[in-house]
């Protein structure tokens, strides 16, 4: 039989069928949309994270203090506390060739006001280098001034914070309390910037030493370094960790992360959990391939006349094997179809009232649905296929 | 142009053997107008199969126009049906979801005829089994008669040297029976070589060679001149 005859022939039988057909293409639309919508899910999770995480700075390596040992056993000096990471530490970070910035960092809740109104609000201290280092965008004045450890009392407002106290007024050259003291505020930053549960409209960023002071810690809360290359970071980590290491008596008491490591970590954890959630889905479409090998094995029985005929014209094994797989193939494929414009539709929808998520199912998964969907029909089609190109023409042909 | 040697057709029922065919030789020519009788489970339909390459004998040779079908595969002996043997069932099967121009059309298709070649010979064949007002009906709204005819238009549509039909008349009535009748014996008239089972020793007689089976054997081989089977076939109706 030649190809389109094929066609026409297998697309008449499932006419036939209507209804059992159409199910069959539904619950093969319903197994693909499902793993479609799920990859698209997870996989947008998985961008949505890392992106987050990418947006924090570009070869970023953070300096924390403290280490946590896995070693186990009675540590090696017992009842020490770590020591504080200090601004000394952290400008002599800048020896290394390997970095090219760092932002020192304290944070901490602290109420902000001006006028009658009063706020809590996060307040990150730190140095002018923080803006590039943390990719902060600025809406209006500027951010800290270089010299910003000489104590000057100027502040950066986040978007929310600077609407709250101020209205649609500009705030820049005006005065704010910050905990029981006066900043005046030199900049505010631009709308929108969020980073992983730090929303930088909420918050307040002032010079270093007069966070510090004002939330009288001795010491940082984090070093933000920036490598100089990506290449270069896992020089900068060694060097972080030697400095360190020098500067506090041989000890290394403070712990080197880099955000690629983060970022790595983040995305294989999720890369395996959208995998696993995809591996579930696909589930229902080996369910739906068993429904389609039900409906060809029902078929050929229905069937044995038509088949014993189609052998009595001259229809060789292979033509009756083509033409009961090719129509487990065109209900297989046909759900491929519908379940594609489902997943893809439904991504849309998600996407529309989760704007953070990107609509459009990936093209892989796409693939990978068609490639799953013939295989399944395949696989489930041969048996019944090879069944009925068994069937032996004079027992199909008998009369009943 | 058929040649059967000591063919042998033997089942297995549980512990039993039973054989359908026990030693038949049997040699057909070409043109001829042959019927085959017996009571049921004399081996008629089996020797049918047979002959239609539907079945394989289980020892024996089956020669057809001096080719030994019995040692061909399945694609060999499925092009030799497609080619050369053209079949009438006692129930048409005819495809119930095609129209009857698709029905007819149905071994062209299996033989990859080309499409505008398909529909030349199709109309053909409507015109001249009396279907062209039928083209695009399905088989259950069709008359039994219409249905048969149906059937034979498929069945030579390929233009087969060799018609085998098994009880075409089974499923009709009388009048329409003898229609069907009529057009086989103008197929055979063209020079087809017609082989027709069948039960009724009215229509058998009707037959210029009548080969009568029991238990497996053939039993009586009568021939008569065209004239003599004529009028035997009408004294019989």
Known sequence: MRFGDGFVFCAQSLLKQRMRSLLIVLSMAI???????????????RRYIVGQFQSL??????????????RGGVPFLLGETPRDLTIADAQALLRSPAIARIAPLVVGGVPIGHGGRERDTTVLG??????????LVLGSGDFLPDDAQSGESVCVLGATVCEELFGPASPLGEFVRVGNRRFR????LAK????????????????????????????LFRILVEARSREAIPAAVAECERILRERHRGELDCTVITQDAVVSTFDSILGALTAAVAGIASIALVVAGILIM????????????EVGLLKALGAERATIRRTFLGEALMMSF???????????????????????????????????????????GLLFGVMPAARAARLDPVLALARR | MIELRAVERVFEVGEQLVHALHGVDLDIGRGEYVSLMGSSGSGKSTLLNVLGLLDRPTAGVYRLDGQDVTVLDDREQAAVRRRRIGFVFQSFHLVPRLTTAQNIGLPLVLAEVRRSERQRRVDEQLRAFGLAERAHHLPDQLSGGQRQRCAIARATITRPELLLADEPTGNLDRATGEDVIAVLEGLHAQGITLLIVTHD?????????????????????TRRDRAAGAAAGKGAR
């Open chain 1, 294 to 305: 039900n409906v060809m094995v029902v078929a050929v029985t229905q069937r044995k006349a």
């Open chain 2, 201 to 221: 020793p009215g229509l058998g007689s009707r037959a210029h060679r009548q080969l009568k089976m029991a238990d497996g054997r053939l039993v009586a081989d």
């Open chain 1, 126 to 135: 730190s140095t002018r280098t923080l803006m590039p280092v943390r990719h």
């Open chain 1, 31 to 45: 197994g693909t949309a499902g793993v479609v919508l799920l990859t698209w899910l997870g996989d947008s999770a």
């Open chain 1, 192 to 219: 929108g910037g969020t980073s992983i549960g730090t929303d930088l409209d909420e918050i307040v960023v002032l010079p270093l030493e007069a966070s510090m002071a004002l939330f009288d810690s001795p010491g």
């Open chain 1, 57 to 70: 700075g570009t070869n970023l390596v953070i300096v924390l203090p403290g280490r946590n040992e896995t």
């Open chain 1, 185 to 188: 505020v030199c900049g505010v």
């Open chain 1, 334 to 376: 046909g759900g491929c179809a519908l379940g594609l414009l489902l997943g893809e539709l439904g991504s849309r929808a998600v996407a529309h009232s989760f704007p953070a998520l990107r609509g459009g199912v990936p093209g892989w998964a796409a693939v990978a649905a068609v490639l799953v969907a013939g295989g399944s």
